[in-house]
């Protein structure tokens, strides 16, 4: 791989596993029946403007796609921006000058282990072997800065390269501007409604929504886009959805407020299983003893906590109440 260039593994590294791809071979896909006229056609629908959402965007469009990624809210990002770590991989250059051995080995090794013998043995190699390209091309390709190494939770290595200033929006920023700079067409207050399939029940296109003013279900008009090549939907998490998490955790209630972005309510998700998409381990919603009943969503206090308890006792905190009843916490991940 080059500098300029990340191959799929490094995407999906980079990405996280979170982007679900729908292309056109979903036979069990039974969706919005296309319209008489498409209001628009692309080649690449990409659903989400977070990490997940502009890799794949960046990505399609540099293979010479006519690309468009679409943001409900009204700045892009999701909860990508808020993100306090970093990029883990190993072999980083902040790793070799500190003298760290590390190896995609260890780092799947690690991943496994903290996961508890619940993650996908395949998946993860694509994310450990991969996690270098893609710091490469974060670094290389979009002058993404990092300024530091991190030793975060799972890891038995300090692996984590740090965005400048501890913050995602130095990763979306560079992200987006490469984008944008290519020629992707990011609009933002966009949401998806539904995906459409055709006779076969193959993903065609999706329903949208453009001019939504969050949480106006009623703002916006409708239409329809046409993605000839397929429709990648990586549109976040669902815990600001109290409905959506109590079905699958009846304990975490109104009564729990969540670190994720307000628009997180699971819209994209709910979108690919109403046409046959499968989700797996929706009830392992992280609750976090780092959060604080004076502060809505992701502010001071996890950064406060993390650097004030230090990383061993927090992780014996998160091992703890982890088994706690969700009274034990005010806010879930």
């Given amino acids: 791989m080059t500098s300029a ?10 990405a996280g596993g979170t982007a679900l791809a729908l292309a056109s071979s979903g036979a ?16 690449v629908l990409v659903v989400g403007s977070g990490f997940a959402g502009l890799a794949a965007a960046i990505e399609a469009r540099t293979e010479g796609a006519d690309v468009l990624c679409i943001e409900k809210m009204s700045i892009v990002g999701g909860n990508s921006i808020l993100s306090g770590g970093g990029l883990a991989s190993p072999g980083n250059d902040l ?3 500190a003298g760290i051995k590390d190896s995609p080995e260890l780092l799947l090794a690690d991943m496994l282990k903290s996961g508890g013998g619940l993650a996908n043995v395949e998946c993860a190699k694509v994310v450990a072997y991969g996690a270098l390209d893609a710091y490469r091309w974060a670094k290389d390709f979009l002058g993404v800065k990092f300024d ?4 975060q939770g799972g890891h038995s290595v300090a692996r984590s390269a740090c965005y400048m200033n501890g913050n995602g929006a130095n990763m979306v920023g560079p992200m987006a501007k490469k984008a944008k700079e290519l020629g992707v067409a990011l609009e933002t207050r966009t949401r998806l409604v539904n995906l459409v399939t055709d006779e076969k029940g193959a993903v065609v296109g999706a329903e949208l929504v453009k001019g939504y003013v969050f949480p106006k279900e009623d703002s916006g008009t409708r239409m329809f886009v046409h993605a000839r090549r397929g429709v990648v939907v990586a549109g976040g998490g669902f815990s ?17 407020e969540s670190t994720n972005q307000p628009g997180a309510t699971g819209d994209a998700m709910m979108a690919a299983q109403r046409i046959g998409a499968a989700d797996v381990q929706m009830d392992w919603i992280q609750l976090g003893p780092w959060t604080s009943p004076d502060e809505k969503g992701f502010g001071v206090c996890p950064k406060f906590v993390e650097s004030s308890v230090g990383y061993g006792l927090m992780v014996a905190l998160d091992v ?4 706690a009843t969700p009274s034990t916490f005010h806010g879930v991940a």
């Fill in 148 to 151: 530091r190494l991190g030793y």
């Fill in 240 to 256: 600001q959805n109290v409905k959506l998490r109590m079905l699958h955790d009846p304990r975490l209630g109104p009564q729990l």
């Fill in 28 to 43: 069990l896909a039974r969706g919005v029946r296309a319209p008489q006229a498409w209001d628009r056609t692309v080649d």
């Fill in 5 to 14: 260039r990340m191959n799929r593994r490094a995407a999906l590294g980079l």
């Fill in 95 to 97: 790793q070799v000058a």
């Fill in 320 to 323: 703890i109440l982890t088994f």
